[in-house]
C-alpha cells in the first residue's frame, strides 16, 4: 500500500499576516514522523504585510504563495492546481492569514466568505469524505465552508466564548478544549486543536496537541486507503 498523502494548505508566513510559522512547522514535523507524503499549497493571492516586531502594517503587499514558499523551502504549488481528492487528507495550520487571506472571517465574522480555491478544494474533500485537520483559528474557516454547504461540525477554538458562540450561531458544535487536546468529529471526519488559541500555551503543549491533530487525521487517511474511494457529491 503506497503512503497516506495529505495535502498541507498555508496562508503566508507569519502569525499576523500569514501561517503560523511554529504550528505549520509542527504539523509538517508530524506528517513526517507519520510517513506521511506531504505536498504544500497556497493561494496565489495578495496579503497586506504586517511588521511583525511593531506589529503594525507596513502598507506593502506580498503574495500568499511567496510567503509561504519560505515555510516550505521553495517547495509549494498553487492551490488553484489542485483537486481536493488527489490527497488522503489535508491540514491547515493557524495564524491571522486564515482568517484574513484564506477568508474575511477576521474581518466579517459568520458573515464571512473564504478563497474561492480553499472553498472548492475542501468542499470537494468534505464530499468524498476525506479527513480534515485544522489547529488554532484555522477551524473558523471550516465553519465558514461548513455553513455554506450546510454541513454541520464539531469544532475546537478553544474556550474563547464570544468565538464559541459564532461558531454555535453558524450551526456548528463548538466544544470547549485546552492546548493539548483534540476535538474530533468522527462523522465528518474532523480534528481541530486549540494550539495559540489558549493564551500563554507553552510551545512544546502547543506540539502534543498538533501531533495529535495530526495522527488523528493520518489514521483517518489510512482507512481511506484500505477502502474504495467515496465518488465526490455534486457542490
Known sequence: MRATSIGVILSGCGHLDGSEIQEAVFILLALSREGAAVQVYAPDVGLAEIDHLKRTATGAERRVIAEAARIARGQVLDLATAKGTEHDGWILP?????????????????????????????????AARLPV???????????????????????????????????????????????????????????????????????????????????????????????????????
Open 94 to 126: 493557524g495564524g491571522l492569514g486564515a482568517v484574513k487571506n484564506l477568508s474575511d472571517f477576521a474581518s466579517k465574522g459568520a458573515s464571512g466568505s473564504v478563497n474561492r480555491e480553499v472553498n472548492r478544494v475542501i468542499r470537494e474533500a468534505f
Open 133 to 235: 485537520g485544522a489547529c488554532c483559528i484555522a477551524p473558523a474557516v471550516l465553519a465558514l465552508i461548513g455553513k455554506a454547504s450546510s454541513t454541520k461540525l464539531k469544532l475546537t477554538l478553544g474556550t474563547d466564548r464570544e468565538l464559541a458562540r459564532v461558531l454555535s450561531g453558524m450551526g456548528h458544535t463548538h466544544v470547549d478544549a485546552g492546548v493539548t487536546d483534540v476535538v474530533v468529529d468522527a462523522d465528518r471526519k474532523v480534528a481541530t486543536t486549540p494550539a495559540y488559541m489558549v493564551d500563554h500555551a507553552a510551545m512544546h503543549d502547543v506540539q502534543a496537541g498538533i501531533d495529535k491533530m495530526v495522527h488523528q487525521v493520518v489514521a483517518w487517511s489510512r482507512e481511506e486507503l484500505s477502502a474504495p474511494r467515496h465518488t465526490p457529491a455534486r457542490t
